[in-house]
Every structure is written in structure tokens, then in C-alpha cells.
């Protein structure tokens, strides 16, 4: 009976790990031109960082009832394009 509940636990974590790589990837787009990042938070931790002609957006959460973190990065153009 625990290896299913610990079994179903890595699904919904990794489930919720695909959900925060969109969201990251979706906040950078929105923050590159120049829109709110934040609506795509999906009530995540987000920190922007600039790298060159880049804005990363970095998500984090918690998963697991606050086991482990999760955390997604993705970069896009910053020229508001």
C-alpha cells in the first residue's frame, strides 16, 4: 500500500513540474514583451532575472505537502517582440 501511495505522489508531483515548465515558459514570453509575468504565475514563486538580451522567468513551488520544491526556468527574447 505504500509503494501506490508513493507512486501516485511522483505522478502528481511530475504532473505539477510539466504544469510549472509551461507556466515559467509562458511568464518569460509575457515578460519579453513587456507584459504582466506575474498572470502566468499560476500562484507560483516567480523571480525574473536579465541575462544580456534575455529575461528568465523562474518558478518555484512547493509539492508533496512541502517535501520537496519544485522549480521551472525558462528564457526569452527581451526585446518585446
Sequence with gaps: MLAIGL???AVAAAATQVGLEQSAGAA????GRGDD???YADGAL???EGQGE???AV???PALGGAVTLV???CAHGGGR
Design 7 to 9: 507512486a501516485v505522489a
Design 28 to 31: 518569460a514570453r509575457a515578460a
Design 37 to 39: 509575468p506575474a498572470a
Design 46 to 48: 516567480l523571480r525574473l
Design 54 to 56: 534575455l529575461v528568465c
Design 59 to 61: 518558478l518555484e513551488r
Design 72 to 74: 521551472a526556468r525558462s
